[in-house]
């Protein structure tokens, strides 16, 4: 029987959803996971409050939800390589991966999800946006659909608009593959395999331009999709907290960290969680 004293609640309209009733740092058994996917997979992003896990607790409570991945460029902290430092320190101008994206969908195989646990945070400031890429899609014409369908996107991580706090973190706590870059491509409109839905998978800062096109000839349509998917009545907005947790689905939902606490420290922990090739 799942855990009857979960509770949760929607943030907004689009997406997003708080789950409370749950102590991520004790065992949850098989039927409390499944409702917390099932949660996951209905708002695409599910978030936790005073989780003050340590790290061997926050990997085992990813693994509950699939195989985790290693960010390519920059390696995991001291004795947990799977997990990530995402930090903005008090003299850095520009925040780490501060533009709306879907993560990493310049590698075959982008990450399922992804999970954010906060550990230090500014006192105002550095809310993180989410967007629903399934809605993104269906509030397009049919017409457009049908100028999409087959189209095929091609992301770089050499794309320009990456954030430079990524190159920061890659000069400081670089991975194996730090130099590497990686180009692969996905299709424009994607079929998540978990429910079956069609969702938008091109982003602003990863996708460089369609399969057999230029990128000048690309850029009206990516242009215009680009604003499209992030509409205000696509998103939600989320204001951390110390041992906040947010927990995405990294196959339809975007994310941007608002930049908006200069001189202030921002350091969180991140997880990603191995996914499939985009159809």
Known sequence: MANRLIKIERISGALGAVITGV???????????????????????????????????????????????????????????????VAKLNHERVNFGGIWHSDTTYLERPPMGAMLLAREVPPVGGDTLFANMYLAYEALSSGMKRLLDGLVGVSSSAKADVSRTREDRIK????????????????VVRTHPETGRKALYVNIAHTARIKDMTEEESAGLLHYLFQHQVRPEFTCRFAWKPGSMAFWDNRVAQHNPINDYHGQRRIMHRISLAGDVPR
């Open 23 to 85: 102590d991520l740092k004790r065992p949850l058994d098989d039927a409390t996971i499944a409702e917390i996917r099932a949660a996951w997979l209905e708002h695409l992003v599910v978030f936790f409050r005073d989780q003050d896990l340590t790290p061997a607790e926050f990997l085992a409570f990813a693994r509950r939800f699939g195989a985790l991945d290693e960010y390519p460029f920059v390696k995991g902290i001291e004795g947990f390589p799977q997990i990530i430092q």
């Open 172 to 187: 400081d706590s670089p991975g194996e593959q730090a130099r590497k870059s990686y180009e692969t491509a996905h299709p």
